[in-house]
């Protein structure tokens, strides 16, 4: 308590408007504490200094590592500690009023019978009606849950491939039966759970981001291609999405990745991820883009190997985007608006989730509606609509890939497992068509060998 009294007398030193700030963060331990949790000190430093104003001059606040509150320093009171600057002290202050108003939903989200760990049941239970309402309020316990979204989306991810395995084959001419609809619901929900979970490893603090990148950084894949692989333009979104919130550090990853894929969604989430590193980091835009252009097409009239022309087409579609990114926005955000147009056209007249014209959608709606849009990304057209959203994707705020909750019930409706039908017919359509293996006929037992010995069939290859 020494400490504490030692400030508040030391407070005459600097003006009302700068007694308000160091009060407020005296009487706030819980945001001091998540302050001096994500700075870097050095090891042998028992004192931070918080600055009030100038980096330099100050003035500052004097609290001790465990957060206790040691004195204030007027303006030009110079001193030998490590010094966190007032914007990095707003920009974690405002992080903790985040997290702050995000519990402070998912209290008001819960239902009187639910248990806060039920929250986590909505990611699996939910599927595409996952509203963003659901989303903030998951993300509220982010703290508590380190790197385990995105350790159990690679887990799911290896359980959908499973399952979609057996499902693919055939799925043109299945018809659906009531005993098959829990086997469809499920996977409809554990498709849904990667994407979601996918976004909720990205909006994870940076210690978490960096313990991912940790345990990614010797893979051939991306980090990301787990949500990719479920090859809906709304995964490879969030894919790209999730690659600029890792930052920095991902950026070798995805250029290992780029450079030895194989299969061309592995190739084309790997140069999203590329492109949405560039577009949203401003320092790693020249490195991507020097990156990209090492990838030429083949020359004309030359046999190209597919996986290089793959590579480059990619490559060049993505420089382009970054070279356009302004243009391309307002271009995809104009289709986001058409379509929300056509989503609320069921409604009733007058509905107030009903819009009649595309300048009537508000910008995010619009920016929701292509940013959650789940399709096919084998075709052409879909392929086309990546690349010129990538730029709304990779600055997006985790929340605007979900509807708010009115605009789901409105436009959604209830599940039907020809969703999930339809999702499978995306793969079975892109599966290579086998040719239906012959017998050759055999020879009759008393017949010549075939192969030229002279003998009878059943003393020879027969016998």
């Not at 430093?45 to 100038?54: C, I, K, M, Y």
């Not at 799925?171 to 619901?185: C, D, L, M, N, Y």
């Not at 995805?254 to 577009?279: C, H, P, Q, R, V």
């Not at 379509?339 to 009903?354: D, K």
Request: hydrophobic residues 40%; neutral net charge; contains cysteine.
């Amino acid at each position: 308590m020494a400490h504490a009294h030692h400030f508040l007398e030391r407070l005459d030193r600097v003006t009302r408007e700068q007694t308000e700030f160091a009060l407020e963060l005296y009487r706030d331990h819980e945001a001091v504490a998540y302050v001096l949790q994500h700075v870097n000190l050095p090891a042998e430093a028992g004192r931070v200094a918080l600055s009030v104003e100038d980096p330099r001059e100050g003035p500052f606040v004097i609290v001790t590592r465990e957060g206790r509150f040691v004195t204030c320093l007027g303006r030009g009171m110079h001193h030998e500690h490590p010094v966190v600057p007032r914007p990095q002290l707003d920009a974690l202050l405002a992080k903790v009023a985040d997290k702050r108003a995000r519990r402070e939903l998912a209290q008001r989200e819960l239902r009187p019978d639910e248990e806060e760990e039920n929250f986590f049941q909505r990611i699996v239970s939910r599927g595409r009606r996952f509203a963003r309402e659901d989303f903030v309020a998951v993300s509220s316990f982010e703290a508590m849950l380190g790197i385990q979204p995105y350790l159990v989306m690679l887990e799911l991810a290896v359980e959908v491939v499973g399952t979609r395995a057996a499902m693919v084959h055939g799925a043109h001419k299945v018809v659906i039966k009531g005993s098959s609809r829990p086997a469809f619901e499920k996977q409809d929900r554990l498709e849904w759970s990667i994407a979601h979970l996918m976004l909720l490893s990205g909006a994870a603090d940076r210690r978490e981001l960096d313990e991912i990148l940790a345990r990614t950084r010797e893979g051939k894949i991306s980090p990301t291609f787990a949500c990719s692989a479920q090859a809906g333009s709304t995964f490879f979104f969030r894919a790209a999405w999730a690659a600029a919130r890792l930052g920095k550090g991902v950026l070798p990853i995805y250029k290992t990745a780029f450079a030895s894929a194989e299969d061309w969604m592995a190739i084309l989430d790997a140069g999203l991820g590329l492109g949405a590193l560039g577009l949203r980091h401003a320092g790693l835009t020249a490195e991507v883009k020097r990156t990209l252009q090492g990838y030429e097409p083949p020359p004309e009239g030359s046999d190209p190997n597919p996986v290089a022309a793959t590579r480059a087409t990619v490559a060049k579609a993505v420089l382009e985007t970054m070279e356009n990114a302004d243009e391309r926005t307002a271009a995809v955000l104009k289709i986001g608006r058409d379509m929300a147009v056509s989503a609320g056209g069921h409604l009733p007249q007058g509905h107030p989730q009903r819009f009649d014209k595309p300048e009537d959608v508000p910008e995010e709606l619009a920016r929701t509606e292509i940013l959650s849009i789940d399709a096919d990304v084998h075709e052409g057209a879909i392929q086309t609509l990546l690349f010129a959203a990538l730029p709304l994707a990779a600055r997006a705020a985790a929340e605007d890939f979900y509807h708010p909750r009115e605009i789901v019930r409105a436009w959604y409706g209830q599940w039907s497992p020809e969703e999930t039908l339809e999702r499978l017919k995306r793969f079975a359509r892109a599966a290579p068509k086998k040719e239906s293996a012959r017998a050759e006929p055999k020879p009759g037992r008393n017949e010549p060998c075939p192969c030229g010995s002279g003998k009878k069939w059943k003393k020879c290859h027969g016998a």
